[in-house]
Structures are given as C-alpha cells and as structure tokens.
C-alpha cells in the first residue's frame, strides 16, 4: 500500500507539470474531458470501493460522499463508509470479523480541475465506531457483539488521480490513509491492538455531477 501511495504522488507531479506547460493553450477556464467539454459547475455525489488490512486480514471499505464545488477548485461536504474484514474461525466465537463505519465533514482541495487528468487531496474528518461479528450457524447469521465494540475519532487524509470522463461523471484512483484514536476491545476472547484501524487502504472513486 505504502509502494502504491508514492506511485500516485509521482503521477499527480508528473500531471501537475503538463499543465504548467500545456497551461496557455485556450481558454483556462473551460473543463476539457475526454469526451467533450465541461463548464458546468456546482456539486456531486460519489461512491467509493477501497481495499485494506484490518487486523492483519483483507478489508473492503465501501462508501459514498456528497459536496458542493465552489469555483471549481475547492469541494466540500458529508461523507460516510461502511467496513468489514475476513471472517476467521475459533472454536469459541464460531466464524468472527471485524465491521463498522464511519463519516463526517470531508474537505477536497482541486489542483488544475480544467484539464482531462487532475488531481485532489480529500481530507475526512470524524467519527466513528468498530465491533464483532460472529455467527455459529452460517455465514449469513450475523450477531453484532456489543460488549466487544468502541467508538473512535478519525481523520483521513488521500490523494485521487481524477480522469473527466463526461461531463457529469469523474473516475478516481486513489489511496488514503486511515488515522484514528485507540480502539479499546473489552474482551479476552478477542485480540486487537489499540491502533487496528489505523493504516493505508487504495481504491476507486465513481463521481456523478456538475463539475
């Protein structure tokens, strides 16, 4: 993740200085896309799909976010994620995971918004919470444990690699990373460190609008 984190800041240079040089050619105001021009402006709503590790197990984090666009640089806005881990089996607990979710005030700086391939620095500040799962039974018969859960305060700084697709549609690369403050798991049975949350995690961004 760390390798996939540094290949992405050496994209978003590589992109910041073509449009340094290619910065002169028409109008600076105008949103060029692949498959045609842009020049609206206003706001959008995404849907993000990202891969990690939690607890040393493979995670998928899922989640959605809306904002408002002001002068095409700067956005700004609600966002929230869901995420769950691989399940691991015990002869105490059954088939156990991690799962939980968080959101809250997210803020995105826009660098060259104007041509086909940018980038933004989306940071995600809030709130939220972790617990078990287990099931005896089957995979679909979930039980939340709440005596093995806590809440946690987070910020989530990231870099997308942002291609204008249409006018109203934007695909992302991009890698985060998680921080969060101690997660404090009261229960024998289960082993988790304090800062289990914290870490990298890179994935996909799907935005819909009026850029």
């Known amino acids: 993740m760390k390798k996939l984190f540094v290949l992405i800041f050496i994209m978003a240079g590589t992109l910041a200085t073509f449009a340094q040089h ?28 990202q891969y990690s590790q939690i607890n040393n197990r493979d995670a998928f984090v899922f989640g959605a976010r809306g904002g408002v666009l002001m002068g095409h640089m700067v956005a700004m806005g609600l966002s929230i994620n869901g995420f769950f881990n691989d399940k691991h089996y015990d002869a105490i607990n059954g088939n156990t995971h991690l799962a939980g979710g968080y959101g809250g005030f997210f803020f995105e700086p ?29 995979s679909w018969d979930n039980h939340f444990n709440s005596e093995a859960s806590d809440a946690f305060m987070v910020i989530e700084p990231g870099i ?28 024998p049975d289960y082993d988790v ?19």
Do not use: W
Not at 27 to 40: A, C, K, Q
Not at 113 to 131: A, D, E, K, N
């Open 110 to 138: 826009i660098i060259f918004p104007t041509y086909p391939v940018h980038v933004s620095f989306p940071v995600l500040i809030g709130g939220g919470g972790i617990g078990v799962m287990d099931s005896h039974e089957s």
């Open 160 to 187: 997308e690699v942002e291609m204008n697709i249409t006018k109203f549609f934007r695909f992302c690369i991009g890698a985060h990373y998680r921080y969060t403050t101690d997660v404090q798991i009261d229960n």
């Open 193 to 211: 460190s304090e800062d289990i949350l914290r870490g990298f995690m890179g994935g996909v961004t799907f935005k819909f609008g009026r850029f």
């Open 22 to 49: 290619d910065g002169g050619n028409g109008d600076p105001h105008e949103i060029r896309t692949f498959l045609g021009p842009n020049n609206s402006v206003g706001g959008y709503g995404a849907l993000t799909m």
